[in-house]
């Protein structure tokens, strides 16, 4: 790898990859589901992962088949999920020590998720010392620059582009993902990704994933971790140890 190569921004989805709030997705889909005749799925899951809250609707609903709008649909869900029940959430493994290992390399971070920003400050209840050394938060829920959701690029787009940094670029950016549509996007983007995907969640590799490339400069343009403890910083020419 040329010396010179070296991830300069950092973007990270939210649900599932910093906080363990995927857990609370499903337990509640599955109630809502459940009074429908219906069973959450796993697959019907990962087609939700990552997208604007109207989309994910729209994908339960055909996955589903549900005999109401998509937006009652959205509505209907989100009753099942008081903003209060966020403040529970915890982080996942290796969250804090890596958002505290980039601040102190001096690493632009941001967060790039499909929440709506109402919903925010909720998960981000707890563990103020961590988020504080956060940027910014890009909610593509309710943001009006974010035309589409993942898979789309648009929301690693617009993240990036609010540092209001020349120096920030897709080839120079480090993607954290858990959810293979927010790969996808990142991909897209033009983005190097680190993608933690919780096994339990979504079981499998997805039928349309790319070999795990590696670019000229030799870093792996997609890697697969069990866990963000696994980073290995040198591999993206950061500053070791981790």
């Known amino acids: 790898m040329p010396e010179e190569f070296q991830i300069k921004h ?15 997705y499903t337990e509640r889909l599955s109630e809502y589901l459940a009074r429908h005749g219906k069973v959450f799925t796993y697959k019907a899951k990962c087609l939700m992962m990552g997208r604007k809250p109207i989309e994910a609707a729209e994908a339960l609903k055909k996955e589903y088949d549900l005999p109401m709008s998509t937006e009652e649909v959205l509505e209907g869900y989100r009753k099942e999920l008081p903003l209060e029940i966020w403040h529970t959430v ?29 919903q925010v400050p909720h998960k981000m209840w707890e563990f103020k010392d961590v988020w504080q050394k956060i940027h910014h938060v890009v909610a593509s829920g309710d943001d009006p620059e974010v035309k589409h959701g993942k898979p789309a690029p648009d929301v690693f787009e617009v993240a990036l582009s609010r540092f209001n940094d020349p120096s920030a670029k897709a080839e120079t950016t480090l993607v954290f993902e ?9 991909l897209a983007a033009g983005m190097y990704v680190v993608w933690v995907p919780d096994e339990n969640e979504c079981p499998g590799l997805p039928h349309d994933a790319p070999p795990f490339i590696t670019d000229s400069n030799g870093a792996p343009r997609i890697i697969r971790l069990k866990s963000l403890e696994e980073f290995d910083p040198s591999i993206y020419g950061l500053p070791v140890p981790f």
């Open 10 to 24: 950092v973007l990270f989805d939210l649900d599932g990859l910093l906080i363990n709030s995927e857990k609370i």
């Open 90 to 118: 915890s982080l996942m493994p290796g969250a804090r020590k890596l958002i505290e290992y980039l601040s102190k390399s001096s690493i632009g971070m941001a967060i790039a998720t499909g929440s709506s920003s109402y």
């Open 178 to 186: 858990d959810a293979w549509n927010g790969v996808k996007a990142a």
